[in-house]
């Protein structure tokens, strides 16, 4: 199973991502972990040893050019679209605990990169990974809806979006979700995070009703945590939940499997 976490500017996407790498790892998958965010933080949520000098995919400007045949530096002419992309994770990315991490890094193109090689190549490497049966890939997309554009998430079978109980963020969280259905998208869901009370999810609630799956708690532990991602009693209940409930979404392939 392939699942993205999109959502507004410090909604939670990426703790929403570590908990439930956190999870999928008690639960002995190996996880493929996707920090798409140009403001890496998933490897310091998830205490990834040396996190801060993983060379980030769009810098790996030899390995680009030599799977889709256009350099980076210089981007003319056809390229591969379907680059050989099987072979990245065990090859390039570390692996600690169960969890590789690929840092996919900035793609620094006047054009939003569309159709630059680094973005075909990374597209590609979401979209064309085959899995294992126990392996599961999880995605920490960048703030907003500006990703989209690029359709990193094209190829993930679960689009999560995490929203803070406010109104703005309920508005992101909706334009999000229009922008993953126009990539074909179908199955989208949010996520409700920093809820603090009853009011709070009732707030969310009735504004996105069954398409909200799951919600995660204000946690004190979170709070002062300084980015890094650790459980209390009351989060990994929380995030057993959000795993069961996304174990039983017709159709995506079960991560309990
Ligand atoms: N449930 C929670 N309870 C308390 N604090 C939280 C909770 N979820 C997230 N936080 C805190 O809120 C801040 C933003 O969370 P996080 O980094 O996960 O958001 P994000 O959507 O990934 O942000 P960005 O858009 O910058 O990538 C962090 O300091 C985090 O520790
Ligand atoms: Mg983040």
């Given at each position: 199973?392939?699942?993205?976490?999109?959502g507004k500017?410090?909604s939670g996407?990426?703790?929403?991502?570590?908990?439930?790498?956190?999870?999928?790892?008690?639960?002995?998958?190996?996880?493929?972990?996707?920090?798409?965010?140009?403001?890496?933080?998933?490897?310091?949520?998830?205490?990834?040893?040396?996190?801060?000098?993983?060379?980030?995919?769009?810098?790996?400007?030899?390995?680009?050019?030599?799977?889709?045949?256009?350099?980076?530096?210089?981007?003319?002419?056809?390229?591969?679209?379907?680059?050989?992309?099987?072979?990245?994770?065990?090859?390039?990315?570390?692996?600690?605990?169960?969890?590789?991490?690929?840092?996919?890094?900035?793609?620094?193109?006047?054009?939003?990169?569309?159709?630059?090689?680094?973005?075909?190549?990374?597209?590609?490497?979401?979209?064309?990974?085959?899995?294992?049966?126990?392996?599961?890939?999880?995605?920490?997309?960048?703030?907003?809806?500006?990703?989209?554009?690029?359709?990193?998430?094209?190829?993930?079978?679960?689009?999560l979006i995490s929203v803070e109980p406010s109104?703005?963020s309920l508005q992101t969280a909706k334009?999000i979700k229009?922008?993953?259905?126009?990539?074909?998208?179908?199955?989208?869901?949010f996520i409700g995070n920093k809820i603090?009370?009853?009011?709070?999810?009732?707030f969310i609630?009735?504004s996105l009703?069954?398409k909200l799956?799951?919600s995660?708690?204000?946690?004190?532990?979170?709070?002062?945590?300084?980015?890094?991602?650790?459980?209390?009693?009351?989060?990994?209940?929380?995030?057993?939940?959000?795993?069961?409930?996304?174990?039983?979404?017709?159709?995506?392939?079960?991560?309990?499997?």
């Amino acid at each position: 199973m392939k699942i993205a976490i999109s959502g507004k500017g410090g909604s939670g996407k990426t703790t929403i991502a570590a908990g439930l790498i956190k999870i999928l790892v008690e639960k002995n998958k190996s996880v493929i972990a996707l920090d798409c965010d140009p403001d890496i933080s998933l490897g310091l949520a998830l205490d990834f040893p040396a996190y801060n000098e993983i060379k980030p995919i769009s810098q790996m400007k030899d390995l680009i050019f030599e799977r889709t045949g256009v350099d980076p530096a210089n981007p003319q002419g056809f390229f591969q679209i379907n680059p050989k992309v099987d072979d990245i994770p065990e090859r390039f990315c570390p692996q600690d605990k169960g969890i590789r991490l690929i840092v996919m890094g900035k793609v620094d193109k006047p054009q939003g990169g569309c159709l630059c090689p680094e973005n075909t190549f990374v597209r590609s490497l979401v979209g064309h990974l085959v899995l294992r049966q126990d392996e599961v890939v999880i995605l920490d997309m960048a703030a907003g809806s500006e990703h989209l554009g690029r359709a990193t998430a094209r190829g993930v079978d679960v689009f999560l979006i995490s929203v803070e109980p406010s109104a703005t963020s309920l508005q992101t969280a909706k334009h999000i979700k229009e922008l993953a259905e126009g990539l074909g998208l179908t199955k989208i869901f949010f996520i409700g995070n920093k809820i603090k009370d009853a009011s709070d999810l009732d707030f969310i609630q009735s504004s996105l009703g069954n398409k909200l799956i799951g919600s995660v708690s204000f946690s004190r532990t979170l709070e002062g945590s300084r980015g890094k991602f650790v459980f209390d009693q009351n989060l990994r209940k929380e995030f057993e939940t959000i795993y069961n409930t996304l174990a039983a979404v017709p159709g995506a392939d079960n991560p309990r499997d």
